[in-house]
């Protein structure tokens, strides 16, 4: 028996048609709109449609616009306490990877203290469409924040199940053309580093240390819990490692010298590099201005940084 030919030829646009069926006059067509802007895809979907509306046999037009998601590395940045710097390095570092050529999305996660809108100097509300929200553009990254959900301020006083329930809203979010999703977390191991293991399995973690010992008793910690739930750890970031005088020039230690490249050795975990107590970074993180938007001194210690890890991505864990 012959079957009659398919009269949904000649379409425009044919090499974004993936499938095209005539039945009962109703024509459904599945278009790949990857990579589209939201104009571009409508146009082409008003193409197509008036294409087919005007194909004899054809009474109504069902088309379907997909996308293929984008592969998507998850990164995890953690400390085992706080103060050590760790959102300013997850901003700055996510700018950094920007500006090596990836597209980058931010995740403040920090329920304990979500400073990611103050770093990248903006404090807009994300929008939402098809029920999820839209990040917030900033600095060549997009990134969405807990501290977007309050007014500046106030306290987050949410227990377990609801910092859990926002980091899913934030994970599920519109990342459109995402590779990398950086997820800067609470200090410590708790509910929200579970979660996140568990419902999402980022690649790989970072983990930031200042150099001295009561800092690196707190990263070994983090580094053991992403140890036993089989998330490899890139490296270790050693923050606030010299200060430069800006009068003589003189260098001083502070927190200690090189503790957390000797941890990092000593746990077999790679050694990412350090950054310096700067007040320059200090200063421009309280303004909102990233250093590592510049070129500097202080943005290419975040550029040097930003290549180790994505160097370490690269290598096939074993």
Not at 28 to 49: C, H, N, Q, W
Not at 262 to 276: I, K, S
Request: hydrophobic share 45%.
């Amino acid at each position: 028996m012959e079957h009659p030919a398919d009269p949904l030829t000649g379409l425009p646009h044919d090499e974004r048609i993936r499938s095209r069926k005539l039945a009962g006059g109703v024509a459904t067509i599945i278009v790949d709109a990857t990579g589209l802007p939201k104009d571009e895809a409508s146009g082409i979907e008003e193409d197509i449609r008036s294409a087919a509306s005007a194909t004899a046999g054809v009474s109504e037009v069902r088309i379907a616009m997909t996308a293929a998601q984008p592969h998507r590395t998850l990164i995890a940045i953690g400390s085992g306490k706080g103060g050590v710097g760790k959102s300013t390095v997850s901003a700055n570092l996510a700018i950094a990877l920007a500006r090596a050529g990836k597209k980058v999305g931010l995740i403040d996660a920090d329920v304990y203290g979500p400073s990611q809108p103050t770093l990248l100097g903006t404090h807009d509300k994300p929008t939402a469409e098809n029920d999820k929200l839209l990040p917030v553009p900033a600095h060549g990254i997009r990134f969405l924040s807990l501290g977007q959900l309050v007014s500046p301020g106030h306290a987050l006083a949410w227990r377990g199940p609801m910092a859990t329930g926002a980091l899913a809203n934030l994970l599920d979010a519109e990342w459109g053309d995402a590779e990398l999703l950086l997820v800067d977390l609470p200090p410590g191991t708790g509910d929200v580093q579970l979660t996140l293991i568990q419902r999402s399995r980022p690649a790989g973690a970072v983990i930031v240390s200042t150099p001295q010992d009561l800092s690196l008793i707190d990263a070994r910690r983090a580094v053991d819990l992403f140890n036993k739930t089989s998330v490899p750890v890139l490296g270790i970031i050693e923050n606030m490692a010299t200060y430069v005088c800006p009068h003589c020039g003189e260098e001083s230690h502070p927190f200690g010298s090189g503790g957390a490249e000797a941890a990092a050795a000593e746990m077999g975990v790679a050694f990412l590099g350090r950054l310096p107590l700067s007040v320059g970074i200090r200063e421009a993180s309280d303004a909102g201005n990233p250093p590592a938007a510049a070129d500097d001194a202080d943005g290419q210690a975040f550029a040097a940084i930003a290549r180790k890890l994505l160097e370490a991505l690269e290598t096939p864990v074993h």
